[in-house]
């Protein structure tokens, strides 16, 4: 039986030496231990309904797996149950996301073992770990790019896809079934909202952020 004050954690991650190493530092760790581990992300919330973890210890990005939608879940659903980030991606995006989403921290892969240990521990006090740039950088990522993004039309991030593949005028207008006058004026639009002046540039924002965004 697991003592009350003994932090338990989930640890998910699809790498075995990745899991190997987060073993080997928490068995060190007195108060923590390792209920369970997994690499597939369809196995992630039928264990937490059943291991009601205090810490799930997460990977950004594995197989069979939303992390956004993950997040969402534990904290609707266990909310008892701190989700803590452990990634090698360092996207605005993805840091933005699962600070709205309800994450408790957001930690990079090069973490030292100790400040990994404190930061389970903080994550099980209720003790949010997102530090003030982290939340600067969501912010601006959230008025620099999400923001823009949801101001383009449909229609207007049709187009934009079309450039960034590097399709022509003649054919965007013949593929989206408009003439190259109607095309124009979406283009015109697409600079404005971006705050962009000139094609090149829209083609690097999309390059650049459109990975972020669902089509």
Request: hydrophobic share 40%.
């Given at each position: 039986?697991?003592?009350?004050?003994?932090?338990?954690?989930?640890?998910?991650?699809?790498?075995?030496?990745?899991?190997?190493?987060?073993?080997?530092?928490?068995?060190?760790?007195?108060?923590?231990?390792?209920?369970?581990?997994?690499?597939?992300?369809?196995?992630?919330?039928?264990?937490?309904?059943?291991?009601?973890?205090?810490?799930?210890?997460?990977?950004?990005?594995?197989?069979?797996?939303?992390p956004i939608e993950l997040a969402k879940w534990v904290r609707e659903n266990y909310p008892d149950t701190a989700t803590l980030v452990l990634?090698?991606?360092?996207?605005?995006?993805?840091?933005?996301?699962?600070?709205?989403?309800?994450?408790?921290?957001?930690?990079?892969?090069?973490?030292?073992?100790?400040?990994?240990?404190?930061?389970?521990?903080?994550?099980?006090?209720?003790?949010?770990?997102?530090?003030?740039?982290?939340?600067?950088?969501?912010?601006?990522?959230?008025?620099?790019?999400?923001?823009?993004?949801?101001?383009?039309?449909?229609?207007?991030?049709?187009?934009?896809?079309?450039?960034?593949?590097?399709?022509?005028n003649q054919e965007i207008a013949s593929h989206l079934q408009i003439t190259v006058k109607t095309l124009d004026k979406h283009l015109e639009?697409?600079?404005?909202?971006?705050?962009?002046?000139?094609?090149?540039?829209?083609?690097?924002?999309?390059?650049?952020?459109?990975?972020?965004?669902?089509?």
């Amino acid at each position: 039986m697991t003592p009350p004050d003994e932090i338990t954690a989930l640890v998910a991650d699809d790498h075995p030496i990745v899991l190997e190493g987060i073993r080997s530092i928490l068995e060190k760790a007195s108060g923590i231990k390792i209920v369970g581990e997994v690499q597939d992300g369809n196995e992630i919330k039928p264990l937490i309904a059943k291991l009601r973890p205090r810490v799930l210890l997460l990977n950004l990005v594995m197989p069979n797996h939303n992390p956004i939608e993950l997040a969402k879940w534990v904290r609707e659903n266990y909310p008892d149950t701190a989700t803590l980030v452990l990634t090698g991606h360092h996207r605005d995006a993805y840091l933005a996301g699962m600070m709205d989403a309800g994450a408790t921290g957001y930690l990079d892969k090069t973490v030292e073992a100790e400040q990994l240990i404190n930061s389970i521990r903080l994550a099980a006090s209720g003790v949010n770990l997102f530090d003030e740039e982290q939340k600067m950088r969501a912010r601006t990522w959230y008025e620099e790019v999400e923001k823009k993004w949801n101001s383009l039309s449909e229609r207007e991030k049709q187009v934009l896809r079309l450039l960034v593949e590097g399709a022509s005028n003649q054919e965007i207008a013949s593929h989206l079934q408009i003439t190259v006058k109607t095309l124009d004026k979406h283009l015109e639009k697409i600079y404005r909202k971006l705050a962009l002046d000139s094609r090149p540039k829209a083609v690097l924002w999309g390059k650049e952020n459109m990975g972020d965004f669902p089509y």
